[in-house]
């Protein structure tokens, strides 16, 4: 698959930061049994702060973003412009609620989608923090002390949502499998722009596969278009079309493996492993910072989802 899009150059990110944690291994440890709400509840013990892959299998998890009211409207139109890799499930039914949502899902209420119990000030596992476009806290535990009456949060689809229907169809995620981070990279691929978001890019996530194994992947996925759906690219030579330099050094997350444990990179241009890649939800808090938007705006850390009560059948596609 190729894209037909011009190419901008992708700026760094901060390495160092305030609060900066290294990343955590996923919570393996916690009942796979549970539900959406009782991962939210361990998040907002501070039982639970590490990445949510594999946790409630079958619930939905989100992306979460957080803004000044006044970016409301633009971000609403960026999801809908760019559905892929901002599909949007909900948002804060009025501005300062972190526990009431309108669902932007047919067929679902806001609280099928997430029960009024919730507080999307704690019920992540880890947040980042961003003030004027600058990343100023990373891996923050609660939100509370930053939220204000003017915020509006939005839930974004993510594709840990269907890692289960992989598993249970023998595709288990590396990842996954490993209790790693999911890789995710900046692309040069932009995003059709939406208000004040006119420099927006993708981000992806990657899980590495085998060639043959691949066409069932995409068929796995293929339904679940509100968390990002079939991948959007794969294949080595995916690299130079989406503009990333190195697979084996991810913007976020953990760098990937092969299936010896060694670096998927060493594999580069084999067809053992082929590197599969997918919209990622971090993709709005990329178009925040290239944005430049002032005030303060909050989100979760990649890979530390908000677990949502509706399940990948009230929403995959039939």
């Known amino acids: 698959m190729s894209f037909s899009m011009a190419t901008l ?15 955590p291994k996923p919570a393996s440890g916690f009942p796979r049994t549970t539900t959406g709400r009782d991962v939210r509840l361990v998040a907002r013990s501070n039982t639970l702060t590490a990445p949510t892959s594999g946790l409630a299998p079958t619930y939905v998890q989100a992306n979460l973003i957080i803004l000044p009211s006044r970016y409301a409207a633009d971000f609403r139109l960026l999801c809908a412009r760019n559905p892929v890799p901002c599909p949007l499930l909900a948002e804060s ?17 806001g609280l ?15 947040y980042n923090v961003y003030r004027d476009a600058e990343l100023v806290e990373r891996g923050c535990l609660s939100i ?4 204000t009456d003017d915020h509006v949060a939005f839930l974004i689809g993510c594709s840990f949502s269907f890692e289960s229907a992989l598993a249970a169809a023998g595709l288990t995620p590396r990842h996954m ?5 999911v890789p995710m990279y900046r692309t040069t691929v932009p995003l059709c ?3 004040v978001f006119t420099d927006a890019i993708y981000v992806v996530s990657m899980r590495p596969y085998r060639a043959p194994d691949i066409e069932k992947v995409q068929e796995v996925t293929r339904g679940y278009n509100v968390t990002h759906g079939e991948p959007i690219a794969f294949g080595w030579d995916a690299l130079a079309r989406l503009g990333i330099r190195d697979i084996d050094n991810p913007e976020w997350g953990e760098a990937p493996q092969a299936e010896d444990g060694s670096p998927l990179g060493k594999l580069y241009g084999s ?11 971090v993709t709005p808090q990329e178009a925040v910072m290239r944005a430049g938007i002032r005030g303060t705006v909050m989100a979760h850390a990649p890979g530390h989802m908000l677990v949502l009560d509706c399940r990948d059948d009230d929403i995959i596609s039939k």
């Open 9 to 23: 150059v992708a700026r760094p990110t901060p390495e160092s930061l305030p609060g900066d944690v290294s990343t």
């Open 93 to 109: 039914s009025e501005p300062g609620r972190y526990d009431a949502f309108r669902s932007h899902v047919a067929g679902l209420s």
């Open 112 to 126: 099928q989608i997430i029960a009024p119990d919730c507080d999307v000030r704690h019920d992540a596992p880890r």
């Open 144 to 147: 509370a002390a930053r939220w």
């Open 177 to 181: 499998a490993l209790g790693r981070n």
């Open 193 to 195: 722009p939406a208000g």
């Open 271 to 281: 067809e053992q492993e082929l590197p599969v890649f997918w919209a990622c939800g």
